[in-house]
């Protein structure tokens, strides 16, 4: 089993930046990639930015150039630096951690964390 532990949303002005943590532990897992989330009131769940176990990087197109996920491969953990940041990045985003054994895929997902954009 796997547990996220997510930390560093807040309540930040327009243009103003958050740094997004996501700690990753249990037993006998191995990541396939990581990720960030959100979930906007009345949206569907979109995926922001990834990250596999090569280092690869997808962005979503609303994000790129503001947005850069990285990670702690030593500490399994997934960190998500978000600059400019605009109203409509207010939501609640959420960790993701894919694991394969075999050809079995595993989804495991945090809390989630609160970004509010408002001045």
């Known amino acids: 089993q796997v547990q996220l532990v997510e930390s560093g949303g807040d309540l930040v002005q327009p243009g103003g930046s958050l740094t997004l943590s996501c700690a990753a532990s249990?037993?006998?897992?191995?990541?396939?990639?990581m990720g960030w989330f959100r979930q906007a009131p009345g949206k569907q769940r979109e995926l922001v930015a990834g990250?596999?176990?090569?280092?690869?990087?997808n962005y979503a197109d609303s994000v790129k150039g503001r947005f850069t996920i990285s990670r702690d491969n030593g500490q399994n953990t997934v960190y998500l630096q978000m600059n400019s940041l605009k109203p409509e990045d207010t939501a609640v985003y959420y960790c993701?951690?894919?694991?394969?054994?075999?050809?079995?895929?595993?989804?495991?997902w945090g809390q989630g964390t609160q970004v509010t954009v408002s001045s």
């Open positions: 249990g037993s006998d897992f191995s990541i396939y990639s």
């Open positions: 990250i596999a176990s090569s280092g690869v990087t």
């Open positions: 993701n951690l894919v694991s394969y054994y075999k050809q079995y895929r595993s989804d495991y």
